[in-house]
């Protein structure tokens, strides 16, 4: 596992899945969600999220698993986000960009032209 910067995910290409507030061993959450995704169809061919990263974001350890070289179901994925977004806080990254770095980088510069 890989520990990144906030601003580093602007340079990540294609899609990822952001789980926000994940705590204790990170380790054990990668190969939980891993598992999870196998037993729920969302997995395919025995194929595993690999280049699981790390950051730190207003407090929180977050996870972000690149959909680049996965074989999945797009379709059980963004069902399972959307049954599970009060528990894991899953986030697309291509949302999280936009609405928790942009906006809080428009805000900072905002102030400094204040």
Excluded: H
């Excluded at 995910?9 to 899945?17: A, F, S, T």
């Amino acid at each position: 596992m890989e520990w990144i910067s906030p601003n580093d995910l602007l340079d990540i290409p294609g899609e990822g899945l952001i789980l926000q507030g994940c705590g204790g061993d990170l380790n054990e959450w990668v190969a939980g969600i891993n598992e999870m995704f196998t037993q729920e169809g969302i997995l395919l061919g025995g194929d595993t999220f690999k280049d699981v990263s790390a950051f730190e974001k207003d407090g929180n350890t977050n996870l972000l698993f690149p959909m680049n070289n996965v074989k999945l179901d797009a379709g059980k994925l963004s069902l399972w986000r959307l049954c599970t977004r009060d528990n894991f806080g899953g986030v697309w990254l291509s949302d999280y960009i936009p609405n928790y770095l942009e906006a809080e980088t428009e805000e900072a510069d905002e102030e400094q032209q204040e």
